[in-house]
């Protein structure tokens, strides 16, 4: 399902018009808790009275649940517990990520698929969103576990004024707001360098950043993020075991995947309007703040070779810093392994 | 058309079996002037004297010129001014670059096409030929003119082993095999940086380098490499009349194009073999001694907008060092314009 949805009033919705019940839809959701007279979704979108008792009605057939009540109107008190356009975009309060949205049920990779959708000319902040992937990938090719209605599985497409050398700041853009969401979600939720949120030391979430370039300029990034939202322990593929983890099972109560999504966009935008105004510097700091990674000991991947050492900082451009026996060595790719305790990537 | 071609003998020729008649042709190629008699072509493919002589015949009706001269056997006198596989492949020594050519007389891209090869899994040298591009593209979107049957069009599908931050020095390598080949056709070509190819201040080749990664790892490069090759001055369009030029044009005699295209591979893999091997060091001489750029009064985009100075060297990362009113300045991205003469870049 493609469709721009939100804000009935948006001129870009024209591009791809929503259907008349997504905007009542998006009607009832932005009253939030709020009752919302007939009459006025009537005089506000065009439709007969009997025209908007059909569409809340066609709505519960699909799972929403709206409230009716004589004098007052209707009230939206639950959305299915799907991560479709129609549940995401009334969700919504970004100005660009997501306003067009790509659901699938079933997809190979969010990843492939946005790449696909910005080589044939995507615009900034259209993101793609599964139920489940069948080839999900994470970082250097490796496969990423997505199984269907658990989890969150989405990539956005960005295309941002940066040369390709500083792309890796994205990626830690991309961390700060991934584990800002998982906070907000009220799990206490920390960075491993350089974009793994981890609970407790095991994954939450994981971030695979892919841009396409010339030397000098970036066509386009795409940020994809996988966020185990509801998958339970024994869920989880034995390899992963001991490793992985979801919010639903560190907070102990299931996580509403729409309501999620809608905010990590949310958070996302915003980590990303204050790199775009300010640079690195504001980023740098919040990464730090949020790093499980400094000043723990940890074995990464130098130049010549493989060093332990002590997790000192990260650079101007995020490269990480660590105090091997040699002297400062800057890490800038690879990936780091906590000493001394159960490590989210394995050996 | 698509095949391998070169030695029969190469095991990974079993991909993509060529025919009996384009392994006649490679015999005979390799044979360069000499004459080969029927029956060494018919022992060592294999085949009977009668079907040598209707493989040769075959090659005749397509435009090869090969002479049969009783009691010495054949010989290869001319091959036909086309781009096909049958007719650059037989002309390869490279191990790796064109193994594999993917050749068109018609595409709206061989960067676009290269780009889909390689997100399709492509291996590392495989290179897209046309005759003619409907949609060439240049640095920065711009296009690039690509009539059909006069000059070459090709893009090289890389696989190096760099991080994306080192990816400029590639255009580096393709821009000093691009202008030891046009040196090679006997035309006195330089390089203006970054990758240019220019005769007497005119523009005879281009390249455009494009790249898909992860922040800390490259997945594949494509080097797209343009050369006008017999285009004559009435052949360009307005706007690149006094701008650009063709190596015809400045020798006084057509280039052999598939001949032109194998020394272009052949080039460009050695280059890059010793930059794998020694790293960027000798490129960057090797670069020094060929541009038209350093010591010239330039004018180019610096961080803090446009500037004007002395371009006096590249650094250790292919990045232009220009002596300016405030300092020195490092100039990345964009273009540089030479002052006080027709410069190819234009406006």
């Not at 396409?212 to 034995?238: K, Q, R, Y």
């Not at 640079?279 to 000043?295: K, Y």
């Not at 997790?311 to 890490?331: H, K, M, N, W």
Request: with cysteine; glycine share 12%; aromatic share 4%.
């Amino acid at each position: 399902m493609t469709g721009r949805v939100g804000d009935p009033d948006n001129p870009r919705m024209a591009e791809v018009a929503p259907g008349s019940e997504e905007m009542v839809l998006a009607f009832l959701a932005e009253a939030a808790d709020d009752f919302v007279s007939g009459e006025a979704i009537s005089g506000k979108l065009g439709l007969s009275r009997a025209a908007v008792w059909k569409h809340v009605n066609a709505l519960r057939g699909q799972g929403y649940r709206i409230e009716a009540v004589p004098a007052r109107g209707y009230r939206l008190v639950a959305i299915p517990d799907r991560l479709g356009a129609l549940e995401i975009g009334p969700l919504l309060n970004t100005h660009d990520l997501g306003q067009v949205l790509h659901c699938s049920a079933e997809i190979p990779s969010t990843n492939d698929r946005a790449r696909e959708l910005a080589d044939a000319g995507a615009a900034h902040g259209e993101v793609v969103v599964a139920e489940c992937q069948t080839a999900g990938r994470g970082r250097r090719g490796r496969s990423w576990s997505s199984p269907a209605g658990q989890n969150l599985y989405l990539s956005v497409i960005l295309r941002p004024s940066l040369p390709p050398q500083r792309a890796p700041e994205l990626t830690l853009v991309a961390s700060v707001a991934a584990c800002e969401a998982c906070r907000k979600a009220g799990v206490e939720a920390g960075i491993k360098w350089p974009n793994d949120v981890l609970v407790g030391g095991l994954k939450v979430a994981g971030i695979l950043t892919e841009l396409s370039a010339e030397p000098d300029v970036v066509h386009w990034v795409v940020l994809g993020i996988g966020v185990n939202l509801n998958s339970g322990s024994g869920d989880f593929p034995a390899d992963l075991r001991g490793v992985a983890t979801s919010l639903s099972i560190e907070r102990g109560q299931p996580v509403p995947r729409a309501l999620f999504a809608a905010a990590l966009l949310s958070e996302l935008e915003q980590w990303l309007d204050l790199h775009a105004d300010q640079g690195f510097g504001p980023i740098r700091a919040a990464w730090r703040e949020r790093s499980v990674t400094l000043g723990r000991e940890v074995r990464a991947d130098g130049e010549g070779g493989e060093i332990t050492g002590v997790a000192e900082d990260i650079d101007e451009t995020g490269a990480l810093l660590v105090r091997a026996r040699g002297g400062l060595v800057r890490v800038v790719a690879g990936d780091v392994r906590l000493v001394g305790r159960v490590d989210p990537e394995g050996a």
